[in-house]
């Protein structure tokens, strides 16, 4: 029984170069949440997506950020022309669909910008 | 001001101790609270979840809600070098959030033998 799942969990990144997160859901969960963790930080909000939906970005910078959930395959958080900031524990968490419901997270996958 | 303070650490306590964990918030509209373990470069583990005020026991593991003051606990009993790691409270539930919570920054805990 297998968890949220996350790949890659390090990724090391140069200045303006993409970086793409990866994130299956526990089996039988059909809604997905990204989490940044700053170091000295909580986790912070980013997004929320069901299948083919985004739900909710108010947590998402403006530029440079995307997330899909398509019908097929896992959910990707994708960076593009990233900056020394975007260095952080990004999580993804899942949960089965409606409200109240518990969110189980992954091992996340650290992102470093040289 | 946060919507969830909670203070950071650390706490350093002897092996067998009773740990004492709290978190306030502003937002009255909170309906659901949980508390999250979290070991170094680890995914947070979800420990606890409540809907209501009261306690909440779960082995070791007490969760307290006090929505009228805005106050949550986690009482940890008998606490274990194992149990070191930094603890987060999250909440939850407000309209139109879906499962979105938002946390606390974290007590680190360290559990001395």
């Known amino acids: 029984n297998a968890g949220v799942m996350q790949n890659p969990r390090h990724l090391v990144r140069r200045r303006g170069q993409e970086a793409r997160l990866r994130c299956s859901p526990m089996?039988?969960?059909?809604?997905v949440y990204w989490y940044r963790q700053l170091p000295e930080e909580g986790l912070k909000f980013m997004v929320y997506?069901?299948?083919?939906?985004?739900?909710?970005e108010s947590g998402m910078p403006k530029e440079r950020f995307s997330a899909e959930f398509p019908k097929e395959g896992p959910s990707i958080l994708r960076i593009q022309q990233v900056v020394r900031g975007d260095s952080a524990a990004y999580f993804c968490?899942?949960?089965?669909?409606?409200?109240?419901?518990?969110?189980?997270f992954g091992s996340g996958t650290q992102l470093s910008v040289l | 001001q946060k919507e969830v303070e909670q203070d950071p650490g650390p706490l350093s306590v002897p092996e067998g101790a009773i740990v004492s964990l709290n978190c306030t918030y502003s937002?009255?509209?909170?309906?659901?609270f949980m508390w999250y373990r979290q070991y170094s470069r680890k995914g947070p583990e979800l420990l606890m979840y409540?809907?209501?005020?009261g306690n909440k026991e779960d082995g070791r593991f007490t969760a307290q809600v006090d929505k009228s003051s805005k106050y949550i606990s986690l009482f940890i009993r008998d606490s274990q070098p194992s149990d070191s790691a930094t603890y987060l409270c999250?909440?939850?539930?407000?309209?139109?959030?879906?499962?979105?919570?938002?946390f606390g920054t974290g007590t680190q805990l360290k559990v001395e033998l």
């Open positions: 997506l069901q299948k083919e939906n985004i739900i909710d």
């Open positions: 937002n009255s509209a909170f309906q659901y």
């Open positions: 999250a909440m939850g539930g407000l309209t139109g959030g879906g499962n979105k919570l938002t």
């Open positions: 409540t809907y209501s005020s």
């Open positions: 089996k039988g969960h059909s809604h």
């Open positions: 968490a899942s949960s089965t669909s409606g409200i109240n419901e518990k969110l189980f």
